[in-house]
């Protein structure tokens, strides 16, 4: 009876442990959903927004380290206007949405794209920037579509929106490509190193990082940007949904950067007269 009586409060450990861990893991998601962090924010005077720090233009480091980017432009101005200091963390872009839940970020600010999934777990400010999911090859390989990459390997980046797609619509490319599964990169920067060295024959990515990226190289008409059919996305501010009053201050905040023209300064800045701008100024 003594033992049965051990293996009894031993079990009831376990199981009143597991219901604990069940109940933390609700509380921090309901917290996440419920809380408005804004007079936190602001009574610390400075917001710390998320990012991978490889994401050219959006936000990257410099030779000398220096973190810079449209991103970085763009969300220090908005939150100049409400004196608020924006902090940069870099984070493992897998973990972002686990990350914002724990507080470990107040924002996802670096190209990131509303997807239905994403809007599921988060909020999101009004889109800034219009993007899409193109296909990156060398323009030796003469691949011209997705089609084209029948047989070969595709590189994309680990839980990216490009990623997702390829899920969501396997029959647009995934099922071209060799093995029907594409060889997954922490960073853009890895998989277009492996794209130069043939590893792989082809990248989907972002059309603002491919562009950026290509312009900048010593020889741009080595690579082929192909367009496919994936449907135009937006990137935009991802928060908690508690944080109503986060989105409504960076809302305004992009209005009034359109309004004053410093928006237009900022793409200029970034993407010369190529204007990827959802946001207009107000008559």
Known sequence: MK????????????????????????????????T??????????RVIIGLDDTFVPMGFREKN?????YDID?????FKQYGIKADFQPIDWNMKETELRNRTIDLIWNGYTITPARKNQLLFSRPYMANR?????KTAENITSFQGMQGKTLGAQTSSSGASLLDEKPKMLKDYIKGKTPVLYDSFNNALMDLD????????????YAGYYIS???????????????????FAVGMRKGDKTLKRKIDQ??????????LQKINKKWFGNSDNSLIQPKN
């Open 3 to 34: 033992k049965k009586f051990l293996i009894f409060l031993t079990l009831l450990a376990f199981f009143s442990l597991l219901t604990g861990c069940s109940n933390d893991k609700k509380s921090v998601a309901q917290e996440a959903n419920t």
């Open 36 to 45: 408005d962090t804004w007079s936190s924010i602001k009574k610390r005077g």
């Open 65 to 69: 380290g220096k973190l810079v980017g």
């Open 74 to 78: 763009l969300a220090k101005a908005v």
């Open 133 to 137: 999911q193109v296909l990156v090859t």
């Open 197 to 208: 060295d043939n590893r792989i024959q082809g990248l989907l990515i972002d059309s603002v």
């Open 216 to 234: 900048k190289e010593k020889d741009p008409a080595s690579y082929r940007v192909t367009r496919g059919g994936f449907d135009g996305e937006d």
């Open 253 to 262: 905040g992009l209005q009034n950067l359109a309004n004053t023209g410093e």
